[in-house]
């Protein structure tokens, strides 16, 4: 026992924070290894994907995609009357979510031997980590997956008003008569796509010159003329300075002085790394930007050096906020923590897409980011609604 630990202090080969879906996978697999395994979760087990990000979002965007289907079908398939019910898609995403109860997956982590403690964990030294009043000592290390958050900006005003996360809309029954979406990257381009096919009137705000600012340009205007074709208004090349709530609605006012007004505020300006309560410090690990640095191995990285007993997967570690890459990530440090040899992460050709109507997929480097880098580039473009497939597709 070493100077630091405790003879309350309880033990484990494995002590991991968060349970997104690579934490959980991680903790299964060490566990069916025959390894003591203890999770740590705060919130629900399994992460944003399943209740909050990935399954309920594109649960509420394929019912919106049928709807806009059966409106366009009477130029291909026949006379078709479509009445939207909100009502249902909601019930939709409860269903899904197993209405935000996570009794599954917890069971599912316990039959595979896991031990979950309920609450939010710190590092207090080498291979220690406290919960509320509770001590683990690590036996062979500590393993972090505990996200993100959906980041505020610091805009003048918002912190005071009731504006709404991609949390808050997901589980509200209530469609709104108007919604303002600051932010115009994927998440919120989805979303305010899924409510102006139910009829809310949308506008989009984006301070960059374009929507998907880190897509290809081309990508970006294709999906601006889809979403204004249902209606939304995208606002790009003025941010906003200071937002307002009285009497039920929301006023937003921008660099250019225009004021927006609607009944619901959407903030979707990108995500904010849960590392600022575990304690990094204690064990010298830095943070760039709340993100930490790992080696090919998800072992944490302190002045280039890995740290002893220390990885990390998913959204922390800066490889972009998907569950492919937490999953993938989690394999690779699993394997590292059993003293397993094996081929380290690559990231040279990380696929993504923007789940919008029409869906946005890329892999890789985008044009710009290689030739920055100072890659001979060829690029090539077709439109796919001119090929023989897209004349049999249909109109619309």
């Known amino acids: 026992m070493d100077a630091d630990t405790t003879a309350d202090d309880l033990v484990a080969d494995v002590v991991i924070l968060g349970t997104g879906p690579g934490g959980e996978a991680a903790a299964g697999a060490l566990a069916r290894a025959g390894l003591q395994v203890v999770a740590v979760e705060a919130s629900l087990v399994g992460g944003e994907c399943p209740y909050y990000g990935c399954i309920p979002s594109k649960t509420l965007l394929r019912s919106a995609e049928l709807l806009a289907d059966a409106r366009r079908a009477d130029e291909a398939a026949g006379k078709v009357s479509v009445?939207?019910?909100?009502?249902?898609?909601?019930?939709?995403?409860?269903?899904?979510?197993?209405?935000?109860?996570?009794?599954?997956?917890?069971?599912?982590?316990?039959?595979?031997?896991?031990?979950?403690?309920?609450?939010?964990?710190?590092?207090?030294?080498?291979?220690?980590?406290?919960?509320?009043?509770?001590?683990?000592?690590?036996?062979?290390?500590?393993?972090?997956?505990?996200?993100?958050?959906?980041?505020?900006?610091?805009?003048?005003?918002?912190?005071?008003?009731?504006?709404?996360?991609?949390?808050?809309?997901?589980?509200?029954?209530?469609?709104?008569?108007?919604?303002?979406?600051?932010?115009?990257?994927?998440?919120?381009?989805?979303?305010?796509?899924?409510?102006?096919?139910?009829?809310?009137?949308?506008?989009?705000?984006?301070?960059?010159?374009?929507?998907?600012?880190?897509?290809?340009?081309?990508?970006?205007?294709?999906?601006?003329?889809?979403?204004?074709?249902?209606?939304?208004?995208?606002?790009?090349?003025?941010?906003?300075?200071?937002?307002?709530?009285?009497?039920?609605?929301?006023?937003?006012?921008?660099?250019?002085?225009?004021?927006?007004?609607?009944?619901?505020?959407?903030?979707?300006?990108?995500?904010?790394?849960?590392?600022?309560?575990?304690?990094?410090?204690?064990?010298?690990?830095?943070?760039?930007?709340?993100?930490?640095?790992?080696?090919?191995?998800?072992?944490?990285?302190?002045?280039?050096a890995p740290v002893g007993g220390l990885w990390a997967i998913g959204d922390v570690t800066g490889r972009g906020g998907f569950t492919h890459v937490s999953m993938y990530q989690s394999a690779i440090a699993v394997a590292d923590i059993r003293g397993q040899s094996g081929p380290g992460a690559s990231y040279r050709a990380l696929p993504r897409v923007t789940f919008t109507d029409p869906e946005i997929g890329a892999v890789g480097l985008t044009e710009a980011q290689a030739r920055r880098r100072g890659l001979d580039v060829r690029t090539g473009s077709a439109d796919l609604a001119a090929s023989s497939r897209g004349a049999t597709y249909g109109p619309g």
């Open 83 to 304: 009445v939207p019910d909100f009502s249902t898609a909601y019930a939709r995403v409860r269903e899904i979510t197993a209405d935000w109860d996570d009794s599954a997956a917890v069971k599912r982590l316990q039959d595979q031997g896991v031990r979950l403690v309920r609450g939010t964990g710190s590092i207090i030294g080498p291979g220690r980590v406290r919960v509320d009043d509770r001590t683990f000592r690590a036996g062979r290390g500590i393993l972090l997956d505990v996200g993100t958050r959906p980041a505020v900006p610091g805009i003048d005003g918002l912190s005071d008003t009731p504006y709404w996360t991609n949390r808050d809309l997901l589980r509200s029954p209530d469609l709104p008569t108007s919604l303002l979406v600051l932010g115009g990257g994927a998440v919120g381009l989805e979303l305010a796509q899924a409510y102006a096919r139910y009829g809310t009137t949308v506008t989009v705000i984006e301070g960059a010159d374009r929507i998907l600012a880190q897509e290809e340009p081309e990508a970006s205007a294709l999906l601006a003329a889809a979403l204004s074709e249902d209606g939304i208004t995208v606002r790009t090349g003025s941010g906003a300075v200071s937002v307002a709530h009285d009497a039920g609605r929301f006023t937003v006012t921008l660099e250019d002085g225009t004021a927006l007004d609607a009944q619901r505020l959407l903030v979707s300006a990108g995500r904010a790394p849960n590392t600022d309560r575990l304690g990094l410090d204690v064990v010298g690990v830095p943070t760039q930007h709340g993100y930490l640095t790992t080696d090919e191995h998800q072992r944490i990285l302190a002045d280039g």
